[in-house]
């Protein structure tokens, strides 16, 4: 830290070098003779180029000159170094003006922030439907022929798709640290970031990739019990070829992560647009005309991930970042990425590990149960994604609102308000939309009337469950933002382990039914304690730090 040097005063003995040069009494050669040594400043001034301060006051009488103040603004470590502070202003000022330019969303009415909200979060919504979507293209097209080869989707889809959300603490990193590089205006911290988390989304890619071809049948066996051990075959075909996908999946999704960090979510979606384009005619292709089943549809998906990985490093290579280096991080760096994604690993690793606990019940009820509990968990996944923009819009804006130069807790209560009313009515039209398709169109799944009727038996605690989980996700992602991290994971961990339980006790006594009331009641227990944590006096929306406030109050004024 540079020290500062107090004000210099000249004595006013000093008057006695004006007598030896008199020419000095004049302003005009005052000022054309400053650049020739004056001989009562130290030595050490005189080694490096000076410029006097702005606030430097200069008094001349007819006999001498007077120095009352000289103000030294910065000072360098051995104090002979006299700087202005010009240019430290001047990137206040632009600070300020940056910083004012940020919460345009904050300041409108909450009717505009609905509509603002909805326009940012519809490109972000595609982004969370493909990956599902083609999931359920797989459900709708391999139901047509084989209810053996559907009810082999549920335990295969957890191996494929649940697991792969164990990294997504990966995809939050990437946004977090490149959004941060981004707003300090560094290209080459975001240049390092996204090189680092491409090379550790590639080494976790190839350890999955390793893992499902040396664990994929044993774990799949495991998970099915003795029962179903006829659907082991077409469930490890599906995840053997889908597994090979698993080094460009992870990429694809540091690279996607990456744009979104960048407020680009137009990027991505082409990408997935196009992969699920692929998906589709690669399932019909393969395995209506060609008759190849449940391997078509894996190779399908397979293929539609990878062009999908391509195109999302290709949009960042567009923008000028290089995204085929890899660099491999430091100890710090990855203790960094740890600590930033561990309580959201934790809290992803939660939802994974309750519906996984779903499937397992699920899949001891027999292979029509099975068949009917895969499209309607299928069905409910596709649905719940259409609230995860909701959570991305909170991670984008609440933290200025916040933390931020401008911050406003009361702002950022508007805006959460904001995002719960589009998470409740877009909620309810999910819950109404996404129970009459397998109520009146389930034909579309499959034609098995067992099945069929196993899944009308669900529909509503599948309604119950499904409506709840927009709104949540408003609230998650608001704690998220707040970097309420430690409450979150802890309450995600306290659902699981409650609501294992009660999935224990109603599965036991009520079949699939009582797996979608569990269900339901997990979600609305995620709702209620996240509600109950902003709505709190001591919550990240009510704290009012009067020290951060009064410093932040400053820095814009």
Not at 507 to 536: D, M, P, T
Request: net charge neutral.
């Amino acid at each position: 830290m540079a020290s500062k040097l107090p004000s210099l005063i000249l004595p006013r003995s000093l008057n006695t070098y004006p007598r030896q040069n008199p020419n000095l009494l004049s302003s005009s050669s005052f000022f054309s003779n400053l650049h020739q040594p004056l001989h009562f400043f130290p030595p050490s001034l005189l080694k490096t180029k000076t410029t006097l301060p702005s606030n430097l006051r200069l008094t001349t009488t007819h006999h001498h000159t007077r120095f009352l103040t000289a103000r030294v603004i910065r000072g360098q470590q051995n104090n002979d170094d006299i700087l202005t502070s010009t240019e430290e202003e001047g990137k206040d000022e632009e600070s300020v003006r940056e910083g004012e330019k940020k919460n345009e969303l904050a300041e409108q009415s909450i009717w505009n922030q609905i509509k603002e909200i909805v326009a940012f979060t519809g490109p972000a919504t595609g982004l969370w439907i493909c990956g599902p979507l083609m999931s359920l293209i797989d459900t709708a097209v391999i139901g047509q022929g084989s209810s053996i080869e559907l009810a082999a989707l549920g335990p295969a889809t957890v191996v494929c798709d649940y697991m792969s959300y164990v990294f997504m603490f990966l995809s939050i990193a990437t946004s977090n640290m490149v959004a941060t590089a981004l707003a300090k205006q560094d290209r080459e911290e975001v240049q390092h970031h996204i090189s680092v988390l491409l090379f550790i989304g590639l080494a976790c890619g190839l350890v999955m990739l390793l893992f499902t071809m040396l664990f994929g049948a044993p774990i799949l066996t495991a998970f099915t019990g003795p029962k179903n051990a006829h659907v082991v075959s077409a469930a490890n075909t599906y995840v053997q070829i889908r597994g090979l996908a698993w080094p460009a999946l992870l990429v694809g999704w540091v690279a996607q992560s990456a744009s979104l960090g960048m407020k680009d979510s137009w990027g991505p979606l082409k990408a997935l647009a196009t992969a699920s384009i692929i998906n589709g005619v690669g399932d019909i292709l393969l395995c209506t005309y060609l008759g190849y089943g449940i391997a078509g549809a894996a190779w399908a998906t397979m293929a539609s991930q990878v062009v999908a990985a391509y195109m999302m490093i290709q949009a960042l290579n567009n923008k000028g970042y290089n995204a085929y280096a890899f660099s491999i991080p430091s100890g710090k760096e990855l203790l960094t990425i740890l600590g930033l994604a561990a309580p959201v690993f934790l809290t992803l690793m939660s939802k994974v590990a309750f519906y996984s606990l779903l499937i397992y019940f699920a899949t001891s009820m027999g292979t029509h149960t099975m068949a009917a509990h895969q499209v309607m968990v299928q069905t409910f996944v596709m649905c719940t994604v259409w609230g995860e923009p909701l959570s991305q819009t909170a991670q984008s804006f609440m933290p200025e609102l916040i933390y931020g130069v401008n911050r406003s807790l009361s702002k950022a209560r508007l805006l959460l308000r904001s995002l719960v009313i589009i998470g409740g009515t877009l909620g309810f039209f999910l819950g109404i939309v996404g129970t009459c398709v397998p109520w009146l169109f389930p034909y579309i799944f499959t034609h098995d009337q067992v099945v069929i009727q196993e899944m009308h038996k669900v529909l509503v605690p599948y309604f119950v469950g499904l409506a709840v989980t927009p709104p949540t996700h408003s609230l998650e992602g608001t704690l998220m933002a707040g970097r309420d991290l430690n409450f979150i994971s802890l309450s995600m961990t306290g659902c699981l382990c409650l609501g294992a339980l009660v999935l224990w006790f109603l599965s036991s006594r009520y079949g699939l039914q009582g797996c979608w009331i569990a269900l339901a009641g997990f979600q609305w227990a995620r709702f209620a304690l996240a509600l109950r944590r902003l709505l709190s006096p001591n919550g990240i929306l009510y704290l009012e730090d009067l020290d951060q406030h009064e410093v932040q109050k400053l820095r814009t004024t």
